[in-house]
């Protein structure tokens, strides 16, 4: 599997082939503008190929849940997952799941490897 990574000013960016994984920096509010270098860099990646996104919460921060309204009107992203344990951002990504297009197409994992296997089936 090709893996290439970037650091960014609020957190790092992995691509694995079709998927695109971003683990965010403590404390920050992840918004609009941040959500929308991430959005650029997987137009730059992956032009119009089917793509997913996952977040990798492995980090404690906040959430404007109005992103998934802007990343709902990408074509090309497919499917979004959150890998988090934490009940609290289990319980907020319900609320963010509501904001996504296609809620079957939006879940929520407690490892990285789910989110990928699942993100893989996707994808297909």
Known sequence: MIKSALELEFGSVTFLEKIQIAELNEGILFDIP???????????????????????????????????????NVPNLIA?????????????????????????????FETLDEAVNWMKHQLI
């Open 34 to 72: 941040h959500n929308q270098e991430l959005l650029e860099l997987a137009r730059k990646r992956f032009s119009n190929m089917p793509y997913g996104y996952i977040s990798n919460r492995v980090n404690s921060y906040s959430v404007n849940p109005m992103i998934h309204l802007e990343s709902a």
């Open 80 to 108: 979004i997952a959150i890998v988090s344990t934490n009940p609290v951002v289990k319980q907020n990504s319900i609320i963010e799941k509501q904001f996504f297009r296609n809620s079957s197409s939006f879940e929520v």
